[in-house]
């Protein structure tokens, strides 16, 4: 990327939005604050909020109450076309009746360029986003993620001040997204645009922001990066929509001693209160017992998948069912018996 | 605007003179000529509804299930072309061969059988046949393609035999588009104007000829009568129209559970 | 089965088919009264042909369907756009005054449109100015159901949200993305629309009759002077009939063919 597209960035911040729908909180008070440059995914399951927070800072929801800002400008009350942000659509929302060069001129026809600039901006961005030559081509011959790169050069066109990406990708094979997902995160690191991005896929959420926000029924569940996302889920929500995770209720006996899974375990590292042990699946180790012999924290198998890298083996622990992924190198077998290893600093504990 | 005051003015002047309200329009309207006309009409529609609602719906259910596409888009196109051709034109078609020396006429008589007086009302059916058929056609097509040929499959599946699976699943799956459809060809039929006018200048008595008859001036000029008129007929077809409305929503919800 | 299925199939088509047939032979016909036409002649047509009130009716025939449909298309497109994006609820409101004329059909419609029209300050009745709005109105139904299937098939909410984020206001998203986008819609809508403008007969007759004459008027004249030239009308209008209705189903796919007629 050239430096003449450099945008000047901007923040964007939200203060105690609400929405309410029919009597139900889509919105509840969100307070967040996305930095200049910095790429922002809010993250959480369908009906959640996220989108709507999304279209807040668009302006095609008005929130019952609280404030948007983007930069200094309080835009709550200033309408959608008047925003100056650019936005991309889960279903791409490209004008069928233009080309490609048509529709990522469209921002600059309405902001009125003159058709020499217009033009070389329009190259300009087929260039960006790798669609040379792609100008006259009708986007409805177009593959989905020719399609979805389309829709963001048409975006940035008219150099927003922010980048608003509603589920970008979730329309996309699962080849084409992992692609896109990298080129887009590059695409926004070079430019330096503000961005938030929706999304309900974890692993676009971890893999393309600086920060993720969990969002559950209307409120924030937490906000961070995603390492201290995975590392220190903040709730059991969390925990178990980012990333995988074996959950259990657990009886804290005394003594840094549980009991989880009708076993007792000793985790000299936590507080030792009652709720519940949360463990990666990643995390666990499987050595094989002999018949007869017995471990503190013992397993059957049930079943074993392969996965390539690596595999899956389900595991019955007490009448609970646990996860773990191990290395391909040891060979297991249903019904056979395993203790499992845990090293103790990674146990995570939370409230039930 | 141009929907809505029509009918309000339609209401008030069915019940009102010169001086207020009043009924004598009503009364009128209930002579025995009028309501000679109500039930000349709701019986020629119901019959064309039920003769075209048959054809039509075996009809479309033969299309559905050919296998010969270009039949089938043939068969549709011209079924929905047809659907929409009433009038005039279709009027003097049908003089041509079912009028008093009319072709078909010609041919049956050759054959020693006795030809068909399409200036009479017992034979208009056939006239109204050439737009209802069509037109239960197009609207039981999609009824059909919401069948889905892998319920037949599980159907067969699970030992059902193909009487079986219409029976149980095709049949009540079809059965609100189809009495909905039904509905609507009553009603088509029911406002018919300009077809059975054009064939019979009016000596078939009807109630859309009736009411064209009052405000024309041709035999009585009545307006209020034909008011008084025109709100009965717009009554019966509010009733077609709101069981149509709440056939198509029974519909949506099977269509829903696929 | 397949014998059942063709012949039913094959029934409809001659039911539908060999009524236009005939008449098209006896258009050309100088004289048939027995089982095979004893004479043929080019007469029925160079006579209508030559008729210049076939030609003015024609063409005010050819102005009230153009302008009807120009009409009913100019209140639904912007209509349904600001329904869809601002009252979504309404929609089946306007749905159900797309039925209304099934209600209130040409016949009933004329009662109380003369009723308003024909006394001052409004006496336009007998005028082309009462015929145009009222047939606008009837035809709205044709054009609702293909205008309406394009809007929702297009998504336009979601288009509409792009433009608006790109900057354009409201006036501009109707004319340069809403517009072109239900295009087809609007076309095989009008074109169905434009279709029963021309043949309509019930309003022209009780509005205007004989003050201001189009076709199906002209032939219902004819019809009892001469039935050749009439049948040659007929299978014009037949064809003309024929040419839109499968243009118009030509620009939608070809399992999309319910809206082929007028019903939701």
């Keep these: 990327m050239t430096n003449s597209n450099a945008i000047s960035s901007v923040n964007i911040k939200l203060e105690n939005i609400k929405k309410t729908y029919n009597g139900k909180a889509a919105v509840d008070n969100v307070s967040l604050e996305v930095k200049p440059g910095e790429m922002v995914s809010l993250l959480g399951p369908s009906g959640c909020g996220k989108t709507t927070t999304l279209r807040a800072v668009a302006g095609f929801e008005i929130p019952d109450s609280g404030r948007v800002f983007i930069g200094d400008q309080d835009v709550t009350k200033v309408a959608a076309e008047q925003r100056r942000v650019g936005m991309v659509f889960q279903s791409y929302a490209l004008f069928p009746n233009l080309s490609v060069a048509g529709n990522i001129a469209f921002g600059l026809r309405v902001a009125g360029w003159e058709a020499a600039k217009l033009k070389a901006r329009v190259s300009e961005l087929l260039e960006v986003v790798g669609l040379h030559g792609f100008d006259r081509r009708s986007v409805l011959t177009l593959s989905g993620g020719q399609r979805q790169r389309v829709a963001l050069a048409r975006a940035l066109a008219p150099n927003p001040r922010v980048l608003l990406l509603d589920e970008p990708l979730s329309a996309l094979d699962a080849k084409i997204r992992a692609e896109l997902r990298t080129e887009l995160r590059r695409l926004q690191l070079d430019l330096g645009i503000t961005t938030l991005l929706v999304t309900h896929d974890q692993e676009e959420a971890m893999s393309m922001s600086d920060r993720v926000v969990v969002m559950n029924q209307g409120r924030i569940e937490q906000l961070g990066t995603p390492r201290d996302l995975y590392a220190t889920p903040a709730s059991p929500f969390v925990a178990a929509f980012v990333g995988a995770m074996n959950l259990m209720p657990a009886e804290a006996l005394g003594n840094s001693s549980f009991r989880v899974s009708g076993q007792k375990v000793n985790i000299p590292n936590l507080e030792n209160k009652s709720g519940r042990l949360g463990v990666r699946p990643e995390v666990i180790e499987l050595m094989p017992l002999e018949p007869g012999q017995t471990a503190p924290l013992q397993a059957v198998i049930e079943l074993v998948t392969y996965l390539g890298a690596d595999q899956q083996v389900i595991l019955k622990v007490g009448s609970d069912t646990w996860v773990a992924r191990v290395e391909n190198d040891q060979i297991f077998a249903r019904g056979q018996h395993v203790a499992l290893e845990i090293p103790s600093n990674a146990w995570l504990w939370l409230p039930i | 605007m141009f929907e809505i005051m029509p009918g309000i003015l339609l209401v008030v002047s069915a019940f009102t003179n010169k001086f207020g309200f009043t009924l004598e329009h009503m009364q009128e309207a209930t002579k025995p000529l009028f309501l000679k006309a109500l039930l000349n009409s709701i019986n020629l529609s119901w019959f064309t509804a039920l003769e075209g609602g048959i054809l039509g719906t075996i009809t479309a259910g033969a299309i559905w299930s050919s296998k010969n596409p270009s039949l089938k888009r043939f068969a549709t196109a011209i079924s929905g072309v047809s659907a929409n051709f009433a009038g005039v034109p279709l009027a003097f078609a049908f003089v041509v061969i079912l009028g008093s020396s009319g072709i078909v006429n010609l041919i049956l008589e050759r054959f020693g059988i006795e030809g068909i007086d399409i200036y009479r009302r017992q034979n208009l059916h056939w006239v109204y046949l050439y737009f209802q058929w069509p037109l239960m056609t197009v609207l039981m097509l999609p009824a059909f393609n919401a069948i889905q040929r892998e319920w037949i499959e599980a159907a067969r599946g699970l030992g059902s035999s193909s009487l079986g699976f219409w029976l149980k699943v095709g049949i009540p799956v079809l059965l609100p588009t189809l009495l909905g459809s039904m509905i609507l060809l009553f009603a088509n039929s029911f406002g018919a104007y300009a077809t059975v006018y054009a064939l019979s200048q009016g000596s078939i008595n009807l109630l859309p000829t009736q009411i064209g008859f009052q405000v024309s001036g041709q035999v009585g000029y009545n307006p209020g009568a034909a008011a008084a008129l025109s709100v009965m007929m717009a009554i019966t077809l509010l009733l077609s129209l709101a069981l149509y409305r709440f056939s198509r929503r029974w519909a949506a919800q099977l269509e829903g559970a696929k | ?264």
């Design chain 3, 1 to 264: 089965m397949t014998f059942l299925r063709r012949g039913i199939i094959g029934l409809l088509l001659a039911y539908l088919l060999l009524p236009i047939l005939m008449t098209l032979v006896y258009s050309l016909s100088s004289s048939w009264t027995e089982l095979i036409p004893k004479a043929f002649s080019l007469e029925a047509w160079s006579n209508l042909f030559s008729d210049p009130k076939f030609w003015a009716d024609g063409g005010r025939s050819l102005i009230l369907a153009f302008s009807a449909v120009a009409l009913s298309i100019f209140f639904l497109v912007p209509t349904l756009f600001a329904i869809t994006l601002y009252a979504p609820k309404l929609s089946s409101a306007l749905e159900f005054f797309s039925l209304w004329p099934f209600v209130f059909p040409g016949v009933i419609m004329a009662v109380g449109l003369i009723k308003i029209f024909s006394t001052p300050p409004l006496a336009i009745s007998g005028t082309p100015w009462l015929l145009i709005p009222a047939v606008t109105v009837v035809v709205m139904p044709y054009a609702y159901r293909a205008v309406a299937n394009a809007f929702e098939s297009s998504d336009v909410r979601q288009l509409a949200e792009a433009a608006r984020s790109l900057g354009a206001s409201d006036l501009q998203i109707l004319a340069w993305v809403i517009f072109p986008t239900v295009l087809p819609g609007v076309l095989s809508g009008g074109v169905l629309a434009l279709s029963a403008a021309f043949g309509e007969f019930s309003l022209a007759q009780l509005l205007v009759g004989s003050s201001w004459e189009t076709l199906p008027y002209y032939q219902y004249l004819t019809n009892s002077q001469d039935g050749h030239k009439s049948a040659a009308i007929s299978v014009l209008a037949f064809a003309i009939a024929w040419g839109l209705g499968s243009f118009a189903l030509g620009l939608r796919s070809s399992d999309n063919l319910k809206d082929a007629v007028t019903v939701a």
